[in-house]
């Protein structure tokens, strides 16, 4: 298979399946930061790449991942947001990771809208969910913004597997209600 020619569009923001341009940034993103708690934890430049590797396979196999995404001011790019789901995953997720320094301007919301949109469009998923840290306050906000609520607990396949997360999500009639006003 090969990576589909995808770009969505938001009013700031572009998002597209990641390409080798965008490690540098990915791997510095991976490096180091608070939110990485979240996520796994840092990784040297080895282990993001593997990432980067994973989620671009995704796409070539699965025909989604993680998008890259940019700021359209500046071309920058600022973290990876889309449709996920590996192996002994809880569900069909949309999940997202923004740098650090553009925290807190509501591009994680932006980004999730267009990428949930685009998965329940495209992918004919019956549901999204969110995968979320009980710590995690902000991605919990994310979570809220794009019309998700608390479904339960639950747990990440190996290797993240010793700690509960909370699993937010809704399903597509409850997306179109909500993008129809009702």
């Known amino acids: 298979m090969t990576i589909p020619d995808i770009e969505l569009e938001t009013p700031r923001l572009l998002l597209r399946p990641p390409q080798l341009q965008d490690f540098d940034a990915w791997a510095q993103f991976m490096a180091s930061g608070d939110y990485l708690r979240y996520i796994g934890g840092p990784q040297p430049r080895p282990v993001a790449w593997r990432g980067m590797m994973s989620v671009i396979g995704s796409w070539a196999a699965l025909g989604y991942g993680f998008f890259s995404v940019f700021e359209k001011s500046s071309g920058r790019w600022i973290g990876r947001v889309g449709p996920w789901q590996p192996e002994g995953w809880p569900g069909t997720e949309v999940g997202w990771s923004i ?84």
């Open 99 to 182: 740098v650090q320094d553009a925290g807190g301007q509501g591009y994680a919301a932006e980004a999730a809208h267009a990428a949930v949109d685009w998965a329940f469009e495209h992918l004919g998923w019956d549901e999204v969910i969110h995968t979320i840290d009980a710590g995690n306050l902000a991605s919990k906000g994310v979570a809220a913004k794009v019309g998700a609520a608390y479904l339960r607990q639950d747990r990440l396949p190996e290797p993240f597997h010793e700690n509960e997360v909370e699993v937010w999500g809704q399903t597509r009639e409850q997306w179109r209600a909500r993008r129809n006003g009702a």
